[in-house]
T-cell receptor, first 109, second 114 residues
Framework: GQNIDQPTEMTATEGAIVQINCTYQ??????LFWYQQHAGEAPTFLSY??LDGLEEKGRFSSFLSRSKGYSYLLLKELQMKDSASYLC??????????WGAGTKLIIKP | DVKVTQSSRYLVKRTGEKVFLECVQD?????MFWYRQDPGLGLRLIYF???????EKGDIPEGYSVSREKKERFSLILESASTNQTSMYLC?????????????FGPGTRLTVL
């Protein structure tokens, strides 16, 4: 079967750095997405990785290792507004998105 | 900017009622999707469509049907609503493959079935 694993919840301090991990087992791979979802709102696109390595976009970076079936989202200089759920999703060989359950990130002052 | 709109943010219906959820996108996207989202579970795909009048079952199509008569509009129908269909329903659209598979979501409809 297809599976995406992420921690259910993480807590971090304002101004710090946090890394949210995602491991996947899917039938084929055509890219990995990270989305941010604030409570009661729709998911919004953060990043897309299809090649191994680190993609940096401001305070957010996303890393991919296809051989390990592993990705992480790195958030720097955390702000209170970063409190949200972060969803990992993999595009499989049929170009279907397989979604993880999401990681709820709590930022404390 | 891609805009995806859904007909209602909140909806309360009674068991057995027929329910229509409408979704409209303004970016000429080929692909449209309906998901439901429940606490502790990932987004679960109900139905999707790659073209007008085309529909494909997702992971949990039972109890639902869809309609795509125009490219910009994708409707989700609950033929006879049941309490286990109480959920957040999210519509999304995307343009194609690779980076263009980025899905853009509507604001969601929180449906309560009493």
């Amino acid at each position: 079967g297809q599976n995406i694993d992420q921690p259910t919840e993480m807590t971090a301090t304002e101004g710090a750095i946090v890394q949210i991990n995602c491991t996947y087992q899917t039938s084929g791979f055509n890219g990995l997405f990270w989305y941010q979802q604030h409570a009661g709102e729709a998911p919004t696109f953060l990043s897309y990785n299809v090649l191994d390595g680190l993609e940096e976009k401001g305070r957010f970076s996303s890393f991919l290792s296809r051989s390990k079936g592993y990705s992480y989202l790195l958030l720097k200089e955390l702000q209170m507004k970063d409190s949200a759920s972060y969803l990992c999703a993999v595009l499989d060989s049929n170009y279907q998105l397989i979604w993880g359950a999401g990681t709820k990130l709590i930022i404390k002052p | 900017d891609v805009k995806v709109t859904q007909s209602s943010r909140y909806l309360v219906k009674r068991t057995g009622e027929k329910v229509f959820l409408e979704c409209v996108q303004d970016m000429d996207h080929e692909n449209m999707f309906w998901y439901r989202q429940d606490p502790g579970l990932g987004l679960r795909l109900i139905y999707f469509s790659y073209d007008v009048k085309m529909k494909e079952k997702g992971d949990i199509p039972e109890g639902y049907s869809v309609s795509r008569e125009k490219k910009e509009r994708f409707s989700l129908i609950l033929e006879s609503a049941s309490t286990n269909q109480t959920s957040m329903y999210l519509c999304a659209s995307s343009a194609g493959t690779g980076t263009t598979d980025t899905q853009y979501f509507g604001p969601g409809t929180r449906l309560t079935v009493l």
